[in-house]
């Protein structure tokens, strides 16, 4: 007979039974601590309620120690920073004139911004023939030198130019200078103009022969021979100003940079002009400037005048060739020659000459 | 009936959880001899059954505030000592466990002892000492398993039946009520030979 669940019932026997065995009690210490216990934990929750600010008071503490470094450290950064950049701007200005005095790399002097600096005349005159380079560039690109187009004036000139090219050669020889040939001149010009730098070494001028240059004469009114000479002629004072005023710093490369695709130059900007003017000169002029500049104090023709690019083996013929003994009609006739030729090239180059040569005639103004 | 006892064990639950500290006492006032003594039993070590008894009502406090009438008090807080042993089963070793998972007896219907007699009992002769009755009685339950003796001391000191047994021990009602059955077969068997 199975057991039911009636069975499974409370039986009063053995309740009366469990209960007369054993009537066991916590210990009244145990009652103690948990009742205490208990009224703790009611009297912390009333105070955790009741108390709202108090009770938050802590954290609000807290939290202002944490402002107040905070916001310290964040004074200081800031000011630290402040004076930093403050010091940096300075340090800047003070650098920035020996940074301007430095080299430009592969810009070309502006040959028409150093006649201002020479003399006002100079520098109207260069003005007025100043163009824009852009087309010079272009000019030159067309301008594939072939020898048999360029010479327009006679053999015996040729040869008389060979020999003053010799001669000037060896005079630049014997002051250690590195001529650049005719033929070379696209070579290593950088080197013999003294590049700092390990930099290839540019294309100097693209054509070698003056009948190039001649043709691009009307382009390259930008750098007319006699400013450019006379820049050339002041160059160890205008140099020396240049480096130590900002302003000139300034307009150099604004003068310079359309200059740049002509000369090539990667030297200095006072080694760039010379190498320009060494490059626009007949071996006549060349031969004049450099006796002007042998008249320099050594040291200082050396340093402010370094060793310009020159144009050399090659005779290269000028078109006043013949005139520099003749009087200003002379050379206004053979210009009047040139236009009617329409060439314009040989024309312009003749009247830039001309203008150095007569400053004051009423034609060269 | 006093007005202590007029108050459920429900309310007075929820009055402590509302800040009535007195409301604890009352409650635990009941109920502090029968589920210390459900540790005794189980434990059977004083100095343990103190230590369990303190943080089942100490449990009881922390939970205070989450508590919400979903079952019979005694059913939540003998819940709270049942996970109690349990978790202390479990640190000293599993071996006390496997009683409680020992239900091989389990196989519902057949009688294990025979139903026992109530003349026998009811007869004014066979009267014997109760104390020598009390010591028999606790000598069988000791030695009933865990979860027999976790059942017949659930039904006889916390006053639960099979059902809230089965909620507080997280058993079903048809396993509470055969661990019940065989406690009280071995127990009645036991005393059978006093009678």
Known sequence: MAMSDDNLERDPMLARLLAASSRDEPPSALDAAILAAARREVHAGSQAVAGGEEASAPPVR???????????????VLSVSLVRLMQEEKGDELSQPPAASRPLPKSAPAPAAEPAAASPEKADAMLRDTTPPKPKLAEEKRAAPPPAVMAPTAPEAYAESAKKQRAEKTEAMADGVTVMGGARRDQTPGAAGGMASGAP???????????????????????????????????????????????????????????????????????????????????????ERRSMAGALPPPAAK???????????????????????????????????????NRQADADELLAEFRRRFPDHPAAR | MDAATAVSDEQLLLAYRDGDAGAFDTLYRRHKGPVYRYMLRQCRNAGVADELFQDVWM????????????????????????????????????????????????????????????????????????????????????????????????QYEGGMSVEEIADATGVTRETAKSRLRYALAKIREGLASWQ
């Open chain 2, 59 to 154: 449990n009881l406090i922390r939970a205070r505030e989450s508590y919400t009438v979903q079952a019979k008090f005694t059913t939540y807080l003998y819940k709270l000592a049942h996970n109690r042993l349990i978790d202390h089963y479990r640190k000293h070793g599993n071996a006390a466990m496997v009683s409680f998972d020992d239900d091989s007896e389990d196989h519902d219907g057949a009688p294990l002892i025979a139903e026992p007699q109530a003349a026998p009992r009811d007869e004014p002769e066979r009267h014997l000492d109760v104390k020598q009755q009390a010591a028999k009685l606790l000598e069988l339950l000791g030695a009933l398993p865990e979860s027999q003796r976790e059942a017949f001391v659930m």
């Open chain 1, 62 to 76: 807290v939290k202002r120690n944490w402002y107040i470094p905070v916001s310290i450290a964040a004074v200081l």
């Open chain 1, 303 to 341: 340093m402010a005048a370094p060793p310009p690019a020159k144009p050399a083996a090659t005779p290269r013929p000028v078109v006043w060739r013949g005139l520099e003994d003749q009087p200003p009609e002379k050379w206004l006739e053979r210009l009047a020659e040139f236009r009617r030729d």
């Open chain 1, 201 to 287: 070494a540019p294309v100097q001028r693209a054509e070698p022969f003056p009948a190039a240059r001649e043709r691009e004469a009307p382009a390259t009114a930008a750098a007319p021979p006699q400013p450019a000479r006379d820049a050339m002629e002041t160059r160890p004072r205008t140099e020396a100003d240049r480096s130590l005023t900002r302003g000139a710093v300034t307009e150099a490369p604004l003068a310079a940079a359309p200059v740049v695709p002509e000369a090539k130059v990667l030297a200095a900007p006072r080694r760039a002009a010379p190498a320009d003017d060494a490059l626009t000169q007949s071996a006549p002029a060349q031969a």
